[in-house]
């Protein structure tokens, strides 16, 4: 017998890292190049099975961190887990996943979190560096190289995720 359980999970970076572009990869299996700015948070919600519980991911899809627009406090409420989205082809994104993961970590304590280096896909646009990313896994960040656009390792980063939340 499968136990259901629902919980409320982040998407958490800098403006146009591709948070909406992965939730609609992760949700419906559909890409579009064109480009929407959240306004706000759009909610979501895809189950996931790990083990024998059934978990109901209430994703956040909260808009990008920029200097003069911050995540508000309440949106980070009642998170059980976030994802931390970084644009591969801009590793200033780097900072603004560094600075959320504080103040949810202020909020919300130390809870299950996964970094997705999103746009892998575009080869000659990427500048993250190795030294990067081992800098992230130094301190304690899984990472997954994704790709919104091709889909590779969205799931996947989901799924870890979802696991981490009910180990």
Not at 35 to 48: A, E, F, H, N
Not at 54 to 77: C, F, Q, S, T
Not at 84 to 98: F, K, N, Q, S, Y
């Amino acid at each position: 017998m499968s136990q259901l359980l629902q919980k409320k999970i982040c998407l958490l970076g800098a403006f146009a890292v591709g948070k909406t572009s992965l939730v609609s990869r992760f949700v419906k299996g559909i890409f579009s190049e064109k480009y929407l700015s959240t306004m706000g948070v759009k909610i979501d919600r895809k189950s996931v099975q790990v083990g024998e519980t059934i978990l109901n991911m209430m994703l956040w899809d909260i808009h990008g961190e920029e200097a003069n627009k911050k995540v508000p406090a309440a949106y980070l409420r009642g998170t059980a887990g976030y994802l931390l989205v970084i644009d591969g082809t801009r590793p200033i994104t780097i900072d603004a996943a560094c600075e959320l993961h504080q103040r949810i970590r202020s909020e919300a304590g130390d809870i299950p979190f996964v970094v997705l280096l999103n746009k892998c896909d575009l080869q000659d646009e990427w500048q993250l560096s190795e030294s990067d990313m081992t800098s992230l896994q130094e301190n304690g960040w899984e990472f997954f190289l994704t790709s919104a656009c091709s889909g590779q390792h969205v799931g996947a980063a989901f799924q870890r995720l979802a696991e981490k939340i009910l180990a």
